[in-house]
């Protein structure tokens, strides 16, 4: 699919010293926002946030050195969006882990310079990006996102068709943290996660979660915010959300992350965590004709 023309793009979503398009060498197009309050790059393939820093502040989004931005690759990092369902498809192994839509470029729907200072953008996804063998269902899916002294983001899908369908979906957020020595998480105690490590087996949260080995867990039927408290960056990274009764912590470690090949180096893992706001496994939505779902996210700072 062709990318979108930067000069159209720029005379119809610019906004003056706030938000302009460019063009990478790659050919892909990057919407790229600076304002009074932070710094943000998006990619409109997948309308992936690549990068989000309050100003004056250490990065909160983490994006591989080692990230292959390519037309029809998912990008190593950032927020890919997960969607129409996550993890792998249920019946269909040949249909791509996590959806089609972090891969497929999206459109610009909309900008606004916000009364705050802040910036706000809005994607959708295009009809023609929707491969129908994948996903036989008439929709309408958009995402805004707001860049202000938070990071806010609310994913949106109508059903615009007769029939009822299911979504399984994330923000599948790597977070920058000093080392994953540094941090814990907080929020999920005494939930009950699906451990893919260990089999998917059935377990249920004891006190804050660290890292210390491969983790990749799905909390199931918890609306909690999240606290990624970091000693080592002397702050907090507070994940609210709403709309979403699934979070999935997920961190590769040493030899997963080799294997993947573009971390950045042996120890990228290292530098990142992964705190995912979804609708996963048992809490997959079912969305009635005429109704809309919203998966809705707030990320914020706060010194320790």
Same mark, same amino acid.
């Given at each position: ?176 943290? #000093?080392? /994953? =020595? ?7 105690? %005494? $939930?009950?996660?699906? &451990?893919?490590?260990?089999?998917? @087996? ?10 210390? #080995?491969? /983790? =990749? ?7 909690? %915010? $999240?606290?990624?408290? &970091?000693?080592?960056?002397?702050? @907090? ?68």
């Amino acid at each position: 699919m062709n990318q979108p023309d930067i000069t159209t793009l720029n005379q119809k979503f610019a906004i003056a010293g706030q938000l302009e398009f460019t063009a990478e060498a790659s050919g892909m197009v990057v919407a790229r926002i600076a304002n009074n309050h932070a710094q943000s790059a998006i990619a409109l393939q997948g309308a992936h946030i690549m990068a989000f820093q309050p100003n004056g502040e250490a990065p909160l989004i983490w994006l591989s050195p080692a990230a292959k931005l390519a037309p029809g690759k998912s990008i190593r990092g950032g927020v890919p969006v997960c969607w129409p369902w996550f993890g792998a498809h249920a019946s269909e192994s040949s249909f791509p882990a996590h959806g089609f839509a972090r891969t497929v470029p999206w459109q610009v729907a909309a900008s606004e310079a916000l009364l705050d200072g802040s910036t706000r953008i809005t994607f959708e996804l295009p009809q023609s990006a929707i491969p129908s063998a994948q996903w036989p269902h008439s929709c309408r899916v958009r995402l805004v996102v707001t860049v202000g002294k938070t990071l806010a983001m609310e994913l949106i899908t109508e059903n615009t068709g007769n029939v009822a369908f299911e979504i399984g979906e994330a923000l599948h957020t790597y977070f920058a943290i #000093s080392d /994953v =020595d540094n941090i814990r998480i907080t929020g999920l105690e %005494d $939930c009950v996660y699906l &451990d893919k490590v260990d089999g998917f @087996r059935r377990k249920t949260q004891a006190g804050a979660i660290t890292i210390a #080995s491969e /983790v =990749d867990r799905v909390y199931v039927n918890t609306e909690a %915010d $999240c606290l990624i408290e &970091d000693c080592g960056l002397k702050r @907090r990274i507070r994940i609210a959300k709403h709309g979403s009764h699934s979070t999935v912590v997920w961190n590769p470690w040493i030899e997963k992350s080799a294997k993947m090949g573009d971390f950045g180096s042996d120890a990228g893992y290292r530098g990142m965590v992964c705190v995912e706001s979804a609708n996963a496994t048992e809490n997959v939505v079912s969305v009635a004709p005429g109704a809309t779902h919203s998966l809705c996210v707030v990320y914020s700072t706060e010194a320790v």
